[in-house]
């Protein structure tokens, strides 16, 4: 039985991935993911884009980080380089069935009202840039 913050999280993400990944994914590898993620966004200090977060899956993930709050903690957890890429398809996949069964194009995570990310289809890039006031620098 699952028993911390990202067990919702875990348990969303193995109703929605593909049968595929079913046998290689377990939900601690989606757990750890999640838990790495959070550890990148907690040691995050500006907006950033990650276009291949999910490997196999066309998706682009879009941190806005909150300048106003100056008083964010700073994880030392798990790095990306750690979380299995296996669990990023999965979670990738999940959010792309989710996206396919509502017609949309992109959705929005508040993270704790610190922060958010917003996961995206990557003909929606300018769209979501646009929205969120974000210039890429290259």
Request: hydrophobic share 45%; charged share 15%.
């Amino acid at each position: 039985m699952l028993n911390n913050e990202f067990d919702n999280a875990a348990s969303w993400v193995l109703d929605r991935m593909s049968r595929d990944l079913v046998k290689t994914v377990s939900s601690n590898d989606l757990i750890n993911a999640f838990a790495g993620l959070k550890a990148l966004s907690a040691k995050a200090s500006a907006t950033f884009l990650i276009p291949d977060l999910f490997p196999g899956v066309p998706l682009e993930m879009l941190f806005v980080h909150d300048t106003c709050n100056t008083n964010r903690s700073k994880s030392e957890t798990a790095v990306l380089g750690e979380i299995s890429p296996l669990a990023l398809t999965a979670i990738g996949s999940a959010i792309m069935t989710e996206l396919q069964s509502t017609n949309t194009d992109m959705v929005q995570y508040p993270l704790g009202g610190e922060a958010e990310v917003i996961v995206f289809l990557p003909a929606s890039r300018s769209t979501v840039l646009h929205a969120t006031g974000t210039t890429l620098l290259t």
